[in-house]
């Protein structure tokens, strides 16, 4: 079991080593933020990602997991099929992301007054238009090197993204350059290039390595067009449901991040309070609480190649010892972490973010880690089986339900209201999601 699962771990280790070190860069960065641009233009910044997940769940997401999927499929058996799926997902994935970001540059204006209800959000969004392209690229990639579960390149270009943000935002203030929220999008468009960039030469290297095998190798001569053609057909009827998924879950998502600022509003608080207290909620407090998912969430992402693959080749066994040393290790950590941040919550938010409430919400948040972490093991599990219905289902159950709170209960308690509406969907979504393993015998 071990020797099958030593790609696993050690990709695990390569991701969760660069993600340690991302966080903990990502940790200076916000804090660095929040001094530079306070409270108030951070939740401004957090509030234009709504319109980016949106993006990616159209030309991001369902890709890397198409690319990762179909190249631990094919990769030993028919390589030459792995590269014409990677091909044709890039192509796919880069037209999608070029129709996103125009239709943003058409109607950024409607998007922040109708859709984001600020209409300070205006001037942000061309910026992000022009990032999608770049990461509709960068993940198409990772998900080829995903599947044939070599973490070494996604590591190191997430960490090259986020080392690339700090340094350009350092070479503003050394210029003495007046600082705002918009030269914090700007870093987030030069993060998104580097690692585009950076992953894109991999390839390319990995060519000119390949050069005595061009069959083999993911940008080798001519293929007919008829593999490719299959190989959209392919791609699209496992994308489709995935987007669709995800469209509707960060169409959700984005409606409930919209609503948090204005629904604290109508509980008596001004925009400024309320801004502030969204951008401490979701750029400080939540920075701190997914922490822990540079572990869990690259053991997630290099375990549902494998559990495809061994689904492929009907390893039940493997599958079911594999989900269960997981799901055992993710909830010891989730504990240990709901211990620290209960225990230091506060102390560790009123060091890094001094006169905000970030110390308070970790504290309170704390109590999410074990169900958190367990839901991104329980998703990626199912993932690998093709089971993308029954994860849409209990990630749409979890949503409602914290959408509904939002809607009609944090405008009359506030919110404290949201930190329950967290815990309860998440609960949910856990239960659910290890019921349908039991009934899969995944689990006994």
Not at 143 to 164: D, T
Not at 350 to 370: D, E, H, K, V
Not at 379 to 392: D, E, K, Q, R
Request: positive net charge.
């Amino acid at each position: 079991m071990f020797q099958k699962l030593s790609p696993v771990i050690t990709g695990t280790i390569y991701l969760s080593a660069a993600g340690i070190l991302t966080r903990c860069l990502g940790f200076f960065y916000k804090i660095w933020l929040g001094n530079l641009i306070g409270p108030e233009e951070l939740g401004i910044y957090q509030l234009v990602f709504p319109v980016f997940s949106i993006c990616l769940a159209i030309c991001g997401g369902p890709f890397q997991t198409a690319v990762s999927k179909f190249t631990a499929q094919y990769q030993e058996q028919n390589p030459s099929k792995s590269k014409c799926c990677l091909q044709a997902a890039l192509a796919l994935s880069v037209l999608f992301a070029i129709f996103c970001a125009a239709f943003i540059l058409l109607f950024h204006k409607e998007i922040s007054v109708r859709f984001l209800l600020n209409e300070r959000t205006d001037r942000l969004l061309p910026y992000i238009a022009f990032s999608i392209p770049l990461s509709a690229i960068h993940n198409c990639i990772t998900g080829w090197y995903y599947g044939q579960k070599k973490a070494a390149v996604p590591a190191l270009s997430n960490l090259m993204e986020q080392g690339s943000r700090m340094l350009f935002v350092f070479c503003l203030l050394q210029c003495n350059f007046k600082f705002s929220v918009l030269q914090v999008v700007w870093a987030l468009c030069i993060g998104e290039m580097v690692s585009a960039v950076f992953t894109a030469a991999a390839c390319l290297l990995e060519r000119k390595r390949r050069k005595s095998r061009q069959n083999n190798t993911i940008f080798s001569a001519v293929v007919p067009v008829k593999p490719y053609i299959g190989c959209v057909k392919e791609i699209m009827l496992l994308i489709w449901p995935l987007t669709a998924n995800r469209l509707i879950m960060s169409l959700l998502q984005s409606a409930e991040s919209v609503m948090i600022p204005s629904r604290l509003i109508l509980s008596g608080l001004t925009e400024q309070t309320a801004l502030s207290m969204y951008g401490a909620l979701t750029g400080m407090a939540l920075s701190f609480i997914l922490f822990p998912t540079a572990l869990t969430g690259s053991f997630s992402l290099m375990l549902m190649p494998d559990i495809a693959k061994a689904c492929a080749e009907n390893r039940i066994s493997y599958i079911r010892k594999a989900s269960q040393l997981s799901l055992c290790s993710t909830f010891f950590i989730g504990c240990l972490f709901t211990a620290v941040f209960f225990l230091f919550g506060e102390s560790i938010g009123n060091l890094c973010f001094p006169g905000t409430l970030a110390g308070t919400y970790i504290r309170s948040l704390s109590w999410l880690c074990p169900f958190l972490y367990l839901n991104n093991i329980l998703i990626s599990i199912l993932h690998g089986m093709g089971l993308t219905a029954l994860t849409f289902k209990t990630q749409l159950s979890g949503l409602t339900l914290r959408l509904g709170m939002t809607v009609f209960l944090v405008p009359l308690y506030g919110m404290s209201c949201y930190f329950i509406a967290l815990l309860g969907s998440q609960i949910l979504m856990c239960v659910f999601n290890l019921y349908y393993l039991y009934q899969l015998r995944v689990l006994h």
